[in-house]
Nanobody, 124 residues
Framework: QVQLVESGGGLVQAGGSLRLSCAAS?????????MGWFRQAPGKEREFVAA????????LYADSVKGRFTISRDNAKNTVFLQMNSLKPEDTAIYYC????????????????WGQGTQVTVSS
């Protein structure tokens, strides 16, 4: 079992930046998991944002965030990060951290554990 807690969300103006964090705890070793970020806007499906392999050597991004968002992890601190730059109003959503025992993937069904989410609001 893995528990995930997101933080770092908030209100920011368009063009601004935020850094989300996701702290993991539990009996299983964090470093063995692929970690991902997803988001869900009101009235929309939850969508993939970014993922990172257990070693940090392999990353995957949604086309909508490529070049603006960066995912990273610190296995010593059991934490994964999402640096979000050049934010746009369409980035407004609840952002969820997730852990997977599979290879890097953008598929929701590949992820076994989910956090409660953190709200990101980008004003125009």
């Amino acid at each position: 079992q893995v528990q995930l807690v997101e933080s770092g969300g908030g209100l920011v103006q368009a063009g601004g930046s935020l850094r989300l964090s996701c702290a993991a705890s539990g009996r299983r070793t964090f470093s063995g998991y692929t970690m991902g970020w997803f988001r869900q806007a009101p009235g929309k499906e939850r969508e993939f944002v970014a993922a990172i392999s257990w070693s940090g050597g392999n990353t995957l991004y949604a086309d909508s965030v490529k070049g603006r968002f960066t995912i990273s992890r610190d296995n010593a601190k059991n934490t994964v990060f999402l640096q979000m730059n050049s934010l746009k109003p369409e980035d407004t959503a609840i952002y969820y951290c997730a852990a997977s025992r599979s290879v890097v993937s953008g598929a929701r069904e590949a992820y076994d554990y989910w956090g409660q989410g953190t709200q990101v609001t980008v004003s125009s």
